[in-house]
């Protein structure tokens, strides 16, 4: 047994830190004010690979296992969220799709641009009457000659305003249920597709997730993702493949919460003394910390089993399911050691109080994760 | 095209300077490339990406130094080269240390950092273009190579020097030559699979003569805080007549 990360991932993770803290930490206010990535930071993301991390190096990618892409993620968490959820949507649930499912064909033609984030890529599952119950699709996909025609219609879908590919669910057989769901690789050129206007969110600035529309969308055959009537089972694998990524994001936005929260009891005074001293604050460090550390062995694994190329549904969706329950205790507390300054907007400790929230809602809720770990453990112990 | 470049590993320059028994300590101390080095890591990578060559950088220094070779090997590189010491050497010795490792090799262009952030002595680059005996132009901040010339831009104190060198020289980086790049995550990956020499000093041909210091640190101590300023009041030419009392009698300056 070996809890150490290998030379390597440290020295990843360690130019992933002196990248973020000199380059997108210091601009953090101004993305949650504009709503807006600086041109610049973007640029230097894709320059320094960000964007290739889940593709592998033959496609002009990183080639990094899992507890290499956890330790980076880590990295990016301890930032604006906003920022880390358009690269992670990206290199998550965007990519891995094409990299897992795709034929060599569709990996030629969209991994190297996609690794080097001149086309970015995006998930769309979810739509109005299927949420949570994720195989209630309306959109439809209807095979003509060459081509599918799509119509129906998606929403929340993150990177849609910036993305070129999108991976479509869709119903080709609507008498099969789950099993007539298919994915597709829609461009964002294609007749008859179009991309709604941007969601006004709690958190996430500089995000965007936005509706997508496709009118007789018209999509060539040869942009089948993997088998018709294998989507639904895409769909989960791409999302099961980015759980450990989630938590290691909400593990370092954790990190900086509890960094952030002891400078702070250290150094406010009242009472003539430091809060620190204060034992319900030492208290409430100490479960912050626990919380936290909890998190860290879980994440790393996880992704640990992942590169084993171990099963890991049970244990994808517990670690997600505790990343962001732990996420927005932390945040919490970090709030609550702040005082009045915590709940002001100029402290970032608001903005991550904001941005913890979606993590128990994206990428399957908190609740549908305890549902697939309890059917997991009725499989194991029935 | 081939080009050396001498880097050193320094303190990070965030970290706080803590003295023990006359020692700087080294303890959680984050370690760094030297950041002048950086500029001539990425101007020679720079070079090789607009017109080809063959990068090898150098370091002599304690063991953990081998970092600052990945650090250059991510940036672009191609080959390490390490001489492990463990001891305090001074730049006498270091520059002899540097000819002996680099022994049967030619370059075209040797480039190195202004001065290191922690001796600050900017001396060691200088010395081995003096040990290989090819011209050297300190701090430079523009590099144009033209055939077998290059013309090069040196801060001089708030203004600009313009020299034509004939290669094979040496020239040391100045803040502005560049900006240098974080290393890519794809760089990074590849650093691990590029060659890294390792000499000790046994390995190389040195006579005790080219190891014997020449200077010795006899203390080393933090600068006194500052005091707290003083204000003058009352009348203008009270003001004066206070000053120059304080600077006499205080500060004796005058
Ligand atoms: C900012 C943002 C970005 C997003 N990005 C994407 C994206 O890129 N691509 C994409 O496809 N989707 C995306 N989504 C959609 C997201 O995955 C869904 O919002 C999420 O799955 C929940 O679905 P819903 O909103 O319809 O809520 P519902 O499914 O209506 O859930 C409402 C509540 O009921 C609970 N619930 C529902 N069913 C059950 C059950 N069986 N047992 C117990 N409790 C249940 C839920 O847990 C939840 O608490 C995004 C959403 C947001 C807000
Ligand atoms: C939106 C907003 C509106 C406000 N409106 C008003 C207003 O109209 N008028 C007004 O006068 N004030 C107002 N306030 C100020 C507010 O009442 C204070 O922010 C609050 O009392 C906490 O003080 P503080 O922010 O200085 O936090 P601190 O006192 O620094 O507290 C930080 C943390 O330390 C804990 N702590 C401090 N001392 C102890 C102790 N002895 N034992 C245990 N724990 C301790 C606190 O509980 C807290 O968790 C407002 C604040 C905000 C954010």
Request: proline share 3%; aromatic share 6%; with cysteine.
């Amino acid at each position: 047994m070996n809890f150490q990360l290998s030379e390597d991932i440290k020295f990843l993770k360690q130019s992933i830190r002196d990248f973020v803290d000199s380059e997108v930490d210091p601009l953090a206010m101004e993305i949650e004010e504009k709503d807006e990535i600086p041109e610049k930071i973007m640029k230097m993301s894709k320059e320094i690979g960000l964007f290739g991390l889940s593709i592998p190096e033959e496609y002009g990618g990183t080639g990094i296992g899992m507890v290499g892409k956890c330790a980076i993620y880590e990295e990016l968490g301890r930032t604006h969220n906003g920022y880390t959820t358009v690269i992670g949507a990206h290199t998550g649930i965007g990519s891995v799709g094409i990299v897992e499912m795709g034929n060599e064909e569709q990996k030629r033609k969209y991994l190297p641009a996609m690794a080097r984030g001149e086309m970015i890529g995006a998930f769309a599952l979810t739509e109005p009457s299927a949420g949570s119950h994720a195989t209630n699709l309306k959109t439809t996909a209807v095979r003509k000659g060459d081509k599918y025609i799509l119509n129906g219609s998606k929403h929340y879908i993150t990177n849609a305003p910036i993305a070129d590919v999108f991976t479509v669910m869709a119903v080709t057989d609507p008498s099969k249920g789950a099993k007539g769901i298919t994915s597709f690789i829609v461009e964002k050129d294609f007749p008859g597709f179009t991309v709604g206007k941007n969601e006004k969110k709690m958190g996430l600035h500089g995000s965007h997730s936005a509706e997508i529309f496709f009118e007789d969308c018209e999509v060539p055959v040869e942009n089948v993702l993997g088998r018709e009537g294998q989507g639904y089972v895409n769909a989960l694998k791409i999302l099961a493949n980015g759980r450990a990524g989630l938590a290691a994001r909400n593990l370092g936005s954790c990190d900086k919460l509890l960094e952030m929260s002891i400078q702070h009891a250290n150094t406010r005074i009242q009472f003539g003394k430091p809060i620190f001293e204060q034992q319900i604050i030492q208290h409430y460090l100490a479960d912050m910390a626990v919380d936290i550390e909890a998190l860290r062995s879980m994440t790393y694994r996880v992704a640990w089993m992942v590169d084993q190329e171990m099963k890991v549904i049970k244990e994808a969706a517990m670690v997600k399911l505790l990343g962001s329950e732990v996420y927005n205790r932390v945040a919490d507390k970090a709030v609550q050691i702040h005082g009045g300054i915590g709940y002001i907007a100029e402290y970032p400790v608001e903005r991550f109080y904001r941005d913890a929230r979606i993590t128990k809602i994206y990428e399957g809720t908190s609740e549908i994760q305890k549902n697939i770990i309890a059917s997991q453990l009725k499989r194991e112990y029935l | 095209m081939n080009i050396l470049v001498l880097v050193k590993q320094t303190f990070d320059t965030e970290e706080k300077i803590v003295i023990q028994n006359g020692q700087i300590s080294e303890e959680n101390v984050e370690f760094i490339l030297n950041p002048y080095d950086e500029y001539a890591v990425e101007e020679a990578v720079k070079i090789k990406e607009d017109s080809g060559a063959g990068i090898t950088v150098l370091t002599v220094g304690p063991n953990r130094s081998e970092s600052v070779l990945r650090t250059a090997l991510a940036m672009g590189a191609d080959k390490g080269v390490i001489v492990e010491l463990e001891e305090q050497a001074d730049e006498y010795a270091i520059a002899k240390i540097i000819k002996a490792a680099i022994k049967g090799q030619e370059y075209d262009l040797v480039l190195g950092g202004n001065m290191a952030v922690d001796s600050g002595s900017g001396q060691v680059s200088i010395r081995v273009a003096e040990e290989l005996g090819i011209p050297q132009v300190a701090t430079i901040t523009k590099l144009s190579l033209e055939g077998s010339k290059a013309i090069v831009e040196r801060d001089i104190e708030g203004d600009v020097e313009v020299i034509e060198v004939n290669l094979p020289f040496l020239a040391t980086a100045q803040q502005g030559l560049n900006e240098p790049r974080y290393p890519s995550l794809p760089g990074i990956m590849k650093a691990k699979k590029k060659p890294l020499e390792r000499f000790t000093l046994e390995d190389l041909e040195l006579s005790e003569d080219d190891l014997a210091t020449r200077t010795t640190v006899q203390d080393q101590y933090l600068p006194p805080k500052k005091q707290a300023g003083k204000v003058l009041e009352g009348e203008i030419g009270q003001q004066v007549h206070d000053l120059v009392n304080l600077l006499r009698s205080e500060a004796k300056v005058v």
